[in-house]
Protein backbone atom coordinates (compact mmCIF):
# COMPACT_ATOMS: atom_id res chain seq x y z
CA UNK A 1 0.00 0.00 0.00
CA UNK A 2 1.70 3.55 -1.13
CA UNK A 3 1.05 6.83 0.32
CA UNK A 4 -1.52 7.32 -2.64
CA UNK A 5 -3.81 5.10 -1.31
CA UNK A 6 -3.43 7.37 2.38
CA UNK A 7 -4.10 10.67 0.90
CA UNK A 8 -8.33 11.72 0.26
CA UNK A 9 -9.76 14.85 -0.76
CA UNK A 10 -12.98 15.70 1.16
CA UNK A 11 -15.01 13.23 -1.40
CA UNK A 12 -12.75 10.74 -0.51
CA UNK A 13 -11.07 10.09 -3.84
CA UNK A 14 -7.37 9.41 -3.78
CA UNK A 15 -5.08 12.60 -4.49
CA UNK A 16 -1.53 12.72 -5.52
CA UNK A 17 0.31 13.97 -2.46
CA UNK A 18 3.48 15.00 -3.89
CA UNK A 19 2.50 18.38 -4.55
CA UNK A 20 1.42 18.68 -1.06
CA UNK A 21 4.38 17.37 0.22
CA UNK A 22 7.10 19.45 -2.26
CA UNK A 23 5.36 22.90 -0.73
CA UNK A 24 5.64 21.75 2.68
CA UNK A 25 9.12 21.47 1.90
CA UNK A 26 9.68 24.60 0.74
CA UNK A 27 7.34 26.08 3.71
CA UNK A 28 9.92 24.62 5.86
CA UNK A 29 12.85 25.55 4.12
CA UNK A 30 11.99 29.04 4.07
CA UNK A 31 10.03 29.70 7.54
CA UNK A 32 12.90 27.73 9.33
CA UNK A 33 16.11 29.14 7.57
CA UNK A 34 15.05 32.70 7.47
CA UNK A 35 12.58 32.78 10.11
CA UNK A 36 14.72 32.32 13.24
CA UNK A 37 17.47 34.91 11.58
CA UNK A 38 14.78 37.73 11.13
CA UNK A 39 13.61 37.25 14.16
CA UNK A 40 16.65 37.33 16.30
CA UNK A 41 17.61 40.52 14.10
CA UNK A 42 14.68 42.37 15.03
CA UNK A 43 15.34 41.62 18.76
CA UNK A 44 13.53 38.26 19.39
CA UNK A 45 15.12 35.51 21.83
CA UNK A 46 15.97 32.90 19.79
CA UNK A 47 12.92 30.89 21.71
CA UNK A 48 10.58 33.43 20.15
CA UNK A 49 12.00 33.38 17.03
CA UNK A 50 11.48 29.62 16.60
CA UNK A 51 8.42 29.96 18.10
CA UNK A 52 7.44 31.80 15.45
CA UNK A 53 8.98 30.45 12.48
CA UNK A 54 7.45 26.95 13.73
CA UNK A 55 4.35 28.68 13.46
CA UNK A 56 4.62 30.15 9.78
CA UNK A 57 5.26 26.58 8.68
CA UNK A 58 2.63 25.15 10.23
CA UNK A 59 0.17 27.97 9.07
CA UNK A 60 1.74 27.09 5.60
CA UNK A 61 1.32 23.66 5.80
CA UNK A 62 -2.09 24.23 6.78
CA UNK A 63 -2.94 26.27 3.99
CA UNK A 64 -1.35 23.56 1.36
CA UNK A 65 -2.75 21.15 2.79
CA UNK A 66 -6.36 22.98 2.19
CA UNK A 67 -5.62 23.52 -1.16
CA UNK A 68 -3.76 20.76 -2.67
CA UNK A 69 -5.43 18.15 -0.72
CA UNK A 70 -9.04 18.31 0.46
CA UNK A 71 -9.94 20.75 -2.39
CA UNK A 72 -8.11 18.75 -4.77
CA UNK A 73 -9.53 17.17 -7.65
CA UNK A 74 -9.04 13.25 -7.90
CA UNK A 75 -6.70 11.56 -9.88
CA UNK A 76 -9.15 10.34 -12.61
CA UNK A 77 -10.73 13.60 -13.32
CA UNK A 78 -8.56 13.87 -16.16
CA UNK A 79 -6.46 16.90 -16.73
CA UNK A 80 -7.18 20.45 -15.83
CA UNK A 81 -7.78 23.40 -18.89
CA UNK A 82 -4.53 24.77 -19.36
CA UNK A 83 -5.54 28.51 -19.00
CA UNK A 84 -6.43 28.19 -15.41
CA UNK A 85 -3.51 25.73 -14.99
CA UNK A 86 -0.73 28.45 -16.49
CA UNK A 87 -2.66 31.08 -14.59
CA UNK A 88 -1.86 29.49 -11.32
CA UNK A 89 1.89 28.32 -11.76
CA UNK A 90 2.16 32.06 -12.99
CA UNK A 91 0.69 33.09 -9.34
CA UNK A 92 2.96 30.82 -7.41
CA UNK A 93 5.74 32.26 -9.44
CA UNK A 94 5.19 35.26 -8.59
CA UNK A 95 4.79 34.60 -5.25
CA UNK A 96 7.90 32.86 -4.86
CA UNK A 97 9.93 35.42 -6.65
CA UNK A 98 8.67 38.27 -4.33
CA UNK A 99 9.16 36.42 -1.16
CA UNK A 100 12.76 35.76 -2.65
CA UNK A 101 13.33 38.80 -3.10
CA UNK A 102 11.97 40.15 0.27
CA UNK A 103 14.29 37.90 2.07
CA UNK A 104 17.16 39.56 -0.11
CA UNK A 105 16.30 42.83 1.32
CA UNK A 106 18.84 43.97 3.71
CA UNK A 107 17.79 44.14 7.52
CA UNK A 108 17.44 47.44 9.19
Same mark, same amino acid.
Not at 4 to 30: I, Q, S, W
Not at 38 to 47: N, V
Not at 55 to 70: H, K, M
Given at each position: ?????????????????????????????????????? /??????? &?? =??? @? $??? !??? #????????????????????????? /??????? &?? =??? @? $??? !??? #???????
Amino acid at each position: MGVEALVHNRHGDRVDPVPFLVTAGLAFTFALSFGPIY /GLSYGLT &LA =ASL @A $LST !LAF #AAATGIAYQQLVRCAPPLDAGPLPP /GPRFERL &LY =AGM @A $LGV !LIV #ALTVPLL
